[in-house]
DNA sequence: GCAATCTTTATAAAATCTTTATAATCAGCC
DNA sequence: GGCTGATTATAAAGATTTTATAAAGATTGC
């Protein structure tokens, strides 16, 4: 947490509320009544996001969005009382990545929130276990931020390790989900990777702290 | 504009509503009425937006976002008849970008799907890894200042590849991109295009820095 | 027809997977 | 505890698959 957020909002109960709302999830909040103060402001310091309120006293927001983003992509959440069509249509067009009709539910603007902060940030879902990362978007494994080269077996075990995270799979449900149906007789295969795995993750292969051994049933990623 | 968007809804009158309305705006539109087959189709294509009902006969919308997020960022637009604030709360925590209601207006719903568009392909001016230039505009392609001539194929799948920078594109999905859906078992043709291009943008093409072979599954451009 | 490009093909090289052998470990039992 | 048979770990050789590359043939557009 702790993104910043700019709101521009010319009623003053509105954005002490809306103050006091994102103050609860740990943002650093900044709140401007007016436009151009609030563009000096984003000039000198970048925000993560912008809550932005359609009608301002001294400017047309619908304007002021306009200007915004002739030079600046933070994303934008606009927050109005207009219901109508053409107004929403035309703030998403002028560069609004979201449009809230008052009166708006707080769970529902934090959510929005939320949402577009995280996809503003591409931070990807990856998984973790100590310093091991998965991330299954750029199909890519990296220990202690150096990235391991895995090959196509090892990184279809490893997923199918994290995707059932702290579960035993057993060699037959190994042998099936990567190899086929018709491998369940070569648990082998299973072995011969597994130590690779080790090999190129663990700090040392000989006593695995992630990828365990469950004798005589399969195989389990610790994620403690 | 001919960004491909899939429709998942299993309304058949919502969904021929959609893919009309879609079309309208040039849109390529792939419309599925079920969780499985549509998840199957983005793992072969990868789409720009996805329209999401969570109201689908087969399986739950939520799961099947949740599920989708674990290794795929396209933005997700939610359209639900569900107005409760939980849903949308739950619905944007899972990963969607945005939530619509039913009954929702086509101009509106229009106008989010350009926002979502626009705001997750950052119209850039020029890509660019290493002393490698891209710029879409001029569909011109330089190294270490100077420009580099490449064939339509060739540009097809460098673009392609900066599309998805980091990502690995599978044999399949830079066939089907480039050459079309039929050409799914010529791998052959991308090898022989992915050394023209090494020739050309690599320094030392037989060790590739920037266009990486993942044996076994396809290839990536590096940009990191 | 010519030049550029794409497709096809053949061969070499590289990467990965499978197989195998041996050592280590484990579980049950006396 | 120590023995025994089964299971597991590991390295390394062998086999297979996949990929790189050049070059010849086919196609396309001017």
Redesign the interface.
């Given at each position: 947490m702790a993104e910043t957020i700019l709101v521009l909002e010319d009623d003053p109960a509105m954005q002490s509320f809306l103050g006091t709302l994102l103050k609860t999830q740990q943002h650093q909040v900044h709140s401007f009544s007016e436009g151009i103060a609030a563009l000096q402001h984003l000039v000198q310091q970048p925000v993560d996001l912008i809550l932005l309120d359609l009608g301002l006293a001294d400017m047309d927001g619908q304007l002021w969005l306009a200007q915004l983003r002739s030079w600046c992509?933070t994303?934008v959440i606009v927050i109005s009382a207009r219901h109508r069509?053409?107004d929403?249509?035309q703030a998403?067009?002028n560069?609004?990545?979201?449009?809230v009709t008052k009166p708006f539910?707080a769970?529902?603007l934090?959510?929005?929130v939320?949402?577009n902060l995280?996809?503003?940030t591409?931070q990807?879902?990856a998984f973790s276990f100590g310093n091991i990362r998965l991330d299954?978007?750029?199909?890519?494994v990296s220990r202690a931020g150096a990235e391991v080269h895995l090959?196509?077996?090892e990184y279809d075990i490893l997923l199918l390790l994290m995707?059932h995270a702290d579960k035993v799979l057993t060699h037959n449900q190994i042998l099936t989900q990567v190899w086929g149906k018709t491998y369940t007789d070569r648990p082998e295969y299973v072995r011969v990777h597994m130590a690779q795995l080790r090999q190129k993750l663990e700090d040392t292969p000989a006593a695995p702290v992630y990828l365990k051994t469950e004798p005589g049933v399969g195989y389990r990623l610790k994620m403690t």
């Amino acid at each position: 947490m702790a993104e910043t957020i700019l709101v521009l909002e010319d009623d003053p109960a509105m954005q002490s509320f809306l103050g006091t709302l994102l103050k609860t999830q740990q943002h650093q909040v900044h709140s401007f009544s007016e436009g151009i103060a609030a563009l000096q402001h984003l000039v000198q310091q970048p925000v993560d996001l912008i809550l932005l309120d359609l009608g301002l006293a001294d400017m047309d927001g619908q304007l002021w969005l306009a200007q915004l983003r002739s030079w600046c992509d933070t994303p934008v959440i606009v927050i109005s009382a207009r219901h109508r069509e053409q107004d929403k249509v035309q703030a998403l067009d002028n560069g609004a990545n979201d449009y809230v009709t008052k009166p708006f539910s707080a769970a529902e603007l934090l959510a929005r929130v939320r949402a577009n902060l995280r996809h503003n940030t591409p931070q990807q879902q990856a998984f973790s276990f100590g310093n091991i990362r998965l991330d299954p978007v750029l199909r890519q494994v990296s220990r202690a931020g150096a990235e391991v080269h895995l090959t196509k077996t090892e990184y279809d075990i490893l997923l199918l390790l994290m995707r059932h995270a702290d579960k035993v799979l057993t060699h037959n449900q190994i042998l099936t989900q990567v190899w086929g149906k018709t491998y369940t007789d070569r648990p082998e295969y299973v072995r011969v990777h597994m130590a690779q795995l080790r090999q190129k993750l663990e700090d040392t292969p000989a006593a695995p702290v992630y990828l365990k051994t469950e004798p005589g049933v399969g195989y389990r990623l610790k994620m403690t």
